[in-house]
């Protein structure tokens, strides 16, 4: 496996796989689905990110703009796995990993690569328990598609998502001066 991360010893997991349906701590009904076809929940996507709070944005992700939303969905979407919480009809989180290569060709051997995570959960949706979910079926859903190792990268001071990063396995592999990147192994 070629890594250019330090990644830990021990695989982390198993997950559960999407599709499922859970009750979040608001006692609202909340669908979790993988997008095989990306495009076909694009429209949704763009529309969640359109409402997401600019203060909460991370590392310049997600733009402002519906325009340069739709414009960085469709540049990962080809190649990107993608996870949708939805309540009703909204969508209301967003994870996604996008390969970590220059080599396209790279990404049919999904093991053989690193991808990175990104998530996001509306704020009239967050601390319900919904980013857990969403980040442990799309892990499942990964490992089911041969992917065994995911990195990111958080801002030093975010605790709420440090921790539930640790929680479902993922570890600290370094530091910048702003950002913490941590790891996972997946079974």
């Known amino acids: 496996m070629v890594g250019t991360r330090p990644y830990p010893d021990e695989p982390a997991g198993p997950f559960p796989s999407p599709p499922t349906t859970f009750e979040d701590r ?95 959960v509306l704020q009239d949706y967050q601390r319900a328990g919904i980013g857990t979910k969403l980040l442990e079926h799309l892990l499942g859903h990964a490992s089911d598609i041969g992917i065994e190792q995911v990195w990111l990268t958080v801002e030093r001071w975010n605790n709420p998502a440090i921790a539930l990063y640790e929680r479902v396995g993922f570890e600290s592999t370094g530091t910048e001066s702003f950002e913490q990147e941590m790891a996972i192994q997946l079974e």
Request: hydrophobic share 40%; proline share 5%.
């Open 26 to 120: 608001e006692e609202r009904t909340i669908e979790l689905t993988a997008e095989a076809d990306f495009e076909d929940a694009l429209d949704d996507v763009v529309d969640m990110y359109a409402h997401f709070d600019p203060t909460d944005r991370a590392q310049g992700i997600p733009p402002t703009g519906e325009s340069r939303i739709r414009n960085w969905l469709e540049t990962i979407a080809d190649e990107s796995v993608n996870v949708v919480a939805r309540h009703g009809e909204d969508v209301v989180a967003h994870a996604t990993l996008v390969p970590d290569t220059d080599d396209p060709s790279s990404i049919e051997d999904r093991g053989d690569i690193e991808w990175e995570l990104a998530i996001f």
